[in-house]
């Protein structure tokens, strides 16, 4: 039946449905139809990237809620049990202990059982396949379950074990980000962008730490410090619209869900915004930043060499190589018990949170000056109005629990990350960091205990605005005064642990012997001077278009490069592209029937067939320095490049011939 039209009155314009001219307020709902196909056209002139972004953010704040919630509920059961279980210190004990080791050993067997790309935090691989090497398999989507399970188990343990979450939360992101990628390809048809990924993959980096801490600033920070040795202002953009929709999205959760009036930092502080510290404890700030950069360069020195340990000895290496949620369990078991309360927990605060850990620290009260006539009473539960009674025992006194933690967390923590579970380093760090302000806060305020005197006032010490040893700290505080004093320890920090050993990541990208280019410290040690003449590997395998068939066969099975570099000629050698081996032996399955038939062919044949050659559109000559080559490789996230000169291809240059040169020149030879 055909539809009945008419026309207005008093219009001379097309006609329109009786449905249309009938319907109520016909004038409104074009204009709401008009401004709707208005904003319709406006959204779809926005590259498609920032939807991308946007959903990335969200998504990736309501797993994050999603897991804080459950892991919230666990560890609230398992300190009901541990309270309600009576006073047999057996029991006690054993529901202590018994947890967490079950816990970890579901968390290191069920993650492990699924895919072994679970364990450890994932941001030394990350570093690895964003400098572009390609893992296998590393960033598939069916690794996301098992991390999320194993790391909701581990974080359950709460404070015992003394893990994070930010790391693999991060591989996490950068997973889901590969995952929607690959998704928005096969919906739109487009053909797969190594450079698109590769920012995409950047900017799930800083979502990773924003919907882990609320902070956007920080996310972008990490992503720029941590993940890429080079950082493009065009990522920058990304990466904080993603970081700041699921910073948002996060915090705005815990709005809806009644837990905070309106959208606050984590971690509250309340330090005097007239006078937070004086001029002179500036000296103090960068004395602590020195302490921390030397303190970290021991943990680095430690940690390594007791991971070579566990992978070196004949019983450790084993348990591992058979059986590794035994192993979880044994390391677990020594955790929980050293953190017993009624033990050697009772000198280490080990009934706090890793959070209450870091909300007493950043108390802004002198523990000090206040139990210096006074002694406070431990109490049979913590008080939450008292926390920081936790740090006190009337021997050890603040000093003795803070100095007792320290060192016991230090050489626990390294003891957990040998433990093959998905887990985090970030946030236990973090709280030495800020143990290590505060015991030197408390010092202060003891041997000043009227304050500094400055311009003729005296203001007190607040050893909590120590305790602020990280820049992250400023986000997650929502304490901005402290920022010149804080940075200046920063810097310091970062000075000292930079000259003095590799980062935490690099050095376990050295440990697991992943594709690792070094960097180049300074000049003197004659990177310039250096060219790649001196380094680079003249013994390649090049293909010319008339090369026979069967000589290209004969190269094909007795290498196993993945490609060759193509010359015009046997005689000429000049450089005009690169041939992929797994499409050259495609090709040469699929032979022509010429060939079959006994004729003499060449390469040129299979490239006219269909074989595709690659262009080569960045080169290197002999009198290239090492420095450049160096700043290409790591700019570019290259692998390899082809050495010519005056066209002619005379070798190669991948990251095996750097690292040599450049551990050649930071290590020379004894003269002989």
Same mark, same amino acid.
């Given at each position: 039946?055909?539809?009945?039209?008419?026309?207005?009155? !008093?219009?001379?314009?097309?006609?329109?449905?009786?449905?249309?001219?009938?319907?109520?307020? +016909?004038?409104?709902?074009?204009?709401?139809?008009?401004?709707?196909?208005?904003?319709?056209?406006?959204?779809?002139?926005?590259?498609?990237?920032?939807?991308?972004?946007?959903?990335?953010?969200?998504?990736?704040?309501?797993?994050?809620?999603?897991?804080?919630?459950?892991? @919230?509920?666990?560890?609230?059961?398992?300190?009901?049990?541990?309270?309600?279980?009576?006073?047999?210190?057996?029991?006690?004990?054993?529901?202590?202990?018994?947890?967490?080791?079950?816990?970890?050993?579901?968390?290191? @067997?069920?993650?492990?059982?699924?895919?072994?790309?679970?364990?450890?935090?994932?941001?030394?691989?990350?570093?690895?396949?964003?400098?572009?090497?390609?893992?296998?398999?590393?960033?598939?989507?069916? #690794?996301?379950?098992?991390?999320?399970?194993?790391?909701?188990?581990?974080?359950?343990?709460?404070?015992?074990?003394?893990?994070?979450?930010?790391?693999?939360?991060?591989?996490?992101?950068?997973?889901?980000?590969?995952?929607?990628?690959?998704?928005?390809?096969?919906?739109?048809?487009?053909?797969?962008?190594?450079?698109?990924?590769?920012?995409?993959?950047?900017?799930?980096?800083?979502?990773?730490?924003?919907?882990?801490?609320?902070?956007?600033?920080?996310?972008?920070? *990490?992503?720029?410090? $941590?993940?890429?040795?080079?950082? &493009?202002?065009? #990522?920058?953009?990304?990466?904080?619209?993603?970081?700041?929709?699921?910073?948002?999205?996060? /915090?705005?959760?815990?709005?809806?869900?009644?837990?905070?009036?309106?959208?606050?930092?984590?971690?509250?502080?309340?330090?005097? $915004?007239?006078?937070?510290?004086?001029?002179?404890?500036?000296?103090?700030?960068?004395?602590?930043?020195?302490?921390?950069?030397?303190?970290?360069?021991?943990?680095? *020195?430690?940690?390594?060499?007791?991971?070579?340990?566990?992978?070196?000895?004949?019983?450790?290496?084993?348990?591992?190589?058979?059986?590794?949620?035994?192993?979880?369990?044994?390391?677990?078991?020594?955790?929980?018990?050293?953190?017993?309360?009624?033990?050697?927990?009772?000198?280490?605060?080990?009934?706090?949170?890793? /959070?209450?850990?870091?909300?007493?620290?950043?108390? #802004?009260?002198?523990?000090?000056?206040?139990?210096?006539?006074?002694?406070?009473?431990?109490?049979?539960? +913590?008080?939450?109005? #008292?926390?920081?009674?936790?740090?006190?025992?009337?021997?050890?006194?603040?000093?003795?629990?803070?100095?007792?933690?320290? $060192?016991?967390?230090?050489?626990?923590?390294?003891?957990?990350?040998?433990?093959?579970?998905?887990?985090?380093?970030?946030? +236990?760090?973090?709280?030495?960091?800020?143990?290590?302000?505060?015991?030197?806060?408390?010092?202060?305020?003891?041997?000043?205990?009227?304050?500094?005197?400055?311009?003729?006032?005296?203001?007190?010490?607040?050893?909590?605005?120590?305790?602020?040893?990280?820049?992250?700290? *400023?986000?997650?505080?929502?304490?901005?005064?402290?920022?010149?004093?804080?940075?200046?320890?920063?810097?310091?920090?970062?000075?000292?642990?930079?000259?003095?050993?590799?980062?935490?990541?690099?050095?376990?990208?050295?440990?697991?012997?992943?594709?690792?280019?070094?960097?180049?410290?300074?000049?003197?040690? !004659?990177?310039?001077?250096?060219?790649?003449?001196?380094?680079?590997?003249?013994?390649? &395998?090049?293909?010319?278009?008339?090369?026979?068939?069967?000589?290209?066969?004969?190269?094909?099975?007795?290498?196993?490069?993945?490609?060759?570099?193509?010359?015009?000629?046997?005689?000429?050698?000049?450089?005009?592209?690169?041939?992929?081996?797994?499409?050259?032996?495609?090709?040469?399955?699929?032979?022509?029937?010429?060939?079959?038939?006994?004729?003499?062919?060449?390469?040129?044949?299979?490239?006219? !067939?269909?074989?595709?050659?690659?262009?080569?559109?960045?080169?290197?000559?002999?009198?290239?320095?090492?420095?450049?080559?160096?700043?290409?490789?790591?700019?570019?996230?290259?692998?390899?490049?082809?050495?010519?000169?005056?066209?002619?291809?005379?070798?190669?240059? &991948?990251?095996?011939?750097?690292?040599?040169?450049?551990?050649?020149?930071?290590?020379?030879?004894?003269?002989?």
């Amino acid at each position: 039946m055909e539809e009945l039209v008419g026309l207005r009155e !008093g219009s001379s314009g097309k006609p329109v449905t009786l449905q249309e001219l009938w319907g109520p307020c +016909p004038r409104i709902r074009g204009r709401i139809r008009r401004g709707l196909e208005w904003l319709k056209e406006k959204l779809f002139r926005v590259d498609e990237d920032w939807y991308f972004l946007a959903i990335l953010g969200v998504l990736m704040a309501l797993i994050s809620y999603a897991m804080n919630f459950a892991i @919230g509920r666990v560890v609230r059961a398992h300190k009901w049990l541990y309270g309600e279980i009576g006073d047999s210190h057996l029991l006690r004990y054993l529901s202590w202990t018994v947890y967490p080791v079950a816990l970890l050993s579901f968390s290191s @067997g069920f993650s492990q059982s699924i895919t072994p790309f679970s364990g450890g935090s994932g941001l030394p691989e990350l570093k690895t396949i964003l400098s572009g090497v390609i893992l296998e398999n590393y960033l598939d989507i069916k #690794n996301f379950g098992a991390k999320v399970a194993g790391l909701s188990c581990t974080l359950a343990t709460g404070s015992t074990v003394f893990l994070g979450k930010v790391g693999p939360f991060v591989h996490l992101s950068v997973m889901i980000a590969a995952y929607l990628g690959q998704v928005r390809t096969r919906t739109i048809g487009e053909s797969e962008n190594k450079s698109k990924q590769h920012e995409m993959l950047v900017a799930a980096a800083a979502v990773g730490v924003a919907t882990v801490f609320a902070a956007p600033f920080s996310g972008v920070l *990490f992503s720029i410090e $941590v993940m890429s040795s080079h950082f &493009t202002v065009w #990522n920058y953009w990304r990466g904080f619209f993603a970081a700041t929709c699921g910073a948002f999205t996060f /915090r705005l959760l815990a709005v809806f869900n009644s837990e905070q009036e309106t959208i606050t930092s984590i971690y509250k502080t309340s330090f005097p $915004v007239d006078v937070p510290f004086d001029l002179p404890e500036i000296f103090f700030f960068v004395a602590l930043g020195a302490i921390c950069g030397v303190l970290s360069c021991v943990y680095l *020195f430690c940690q390594r060499t007791f991971l070579g340990f566990i992978k070196t000895n004949r019983f450790t290496s084993k348990l591992l190589a058979t059986s590794k949620p035994l192993y979880a369990a044994l390391g677990a078991l020594v955790l929980a018990s050293i953190t017993y309360p009624p033990g050697v927990g009772r000198f280490m605060a080990s009934r706090l949170s890793m /959070r209450q850990h870091l909300d007493t620290l950043f108390d #802004n009260n002198s523990w000090a000056l206040m139990t210096r006539n006074s002694s406070p009473p431990w109490p049979a539960e +913590p008080d939450p109005q #008292n926390l920081w009674f936790e740090w006190y025992h009337p021997r050890f006194t603040i000093f003795g629990t803070l100095a007792f933690f320290l $060192v016991m967390k230090f050489w626990m923590l390294i003891l957990a990350s040998t433990i093959p579970m998905p887990a985090g380093f970030f946030m +236990p760090v973090f709280i030495m960091g800020a143990a290590i302000g505060r015991l030197l806060g408390e010092a202060l305020s003891l041997a000043f205990p009227e304050g500094i005197v400055a311009g003729g006032v005296i203001n007190p010490i607040m050893p909590g605005g120590y305790a602020l040893a990280a820049l992250l700290a *400023f986000e997650l505080t929502g304490q901005i005064l402290h920022a010149l004093p804080v940075l200046m320890a920063v810097l310091m920090a970062n000075a000292i642990s930079q000259n003095c050993q590799p980062s935490f990541y690099n050095g376990t990208i050295m440990m697991k012997k992943l594709p690792y280019l070094p960097r180049i410290r300074g000049r003197k040690i !004659g990177s310039y001077p250096t060219t790649v003449g001196h380094f680079m590997n003249c013994a390649i &395998t090049t293909l010319a278009k008339d090369t026979p068939l069967e000589q290209v066969v004969k190269v094909v099975t007795s290498t196993d490069e993945a490609q060759y570099p193509l010359v015009e000629s046997t005689e000429s050698q000049i450089l005009v592209g690169t041939v992929r081996r797994a499409q050259l032996v495609q090709a040469l399955h699929a032979q022509p029937a010429c060939w079959v038939a006994g004729q003499q062919c060449c390469l040129q044949d299979l490239l006219a !067939g269909g074989c595709p050659m690659e262009p080569v559109t960045l080169q290197l000559s002999p009198e290239t320095s090492l420095h450049q080559t160096h700043h290409l490789f790591e700019l570019l996230n290259l692998q390899l490049l082809y050495v010519t000169s005056r066209g002619r291809a005379v070798g190669a240059v &991948t990251w095996v011939e750097l690292k040599k040169a450049i551990s050649t020149l930071t290590n020379p030879p004894a003269p002989k």
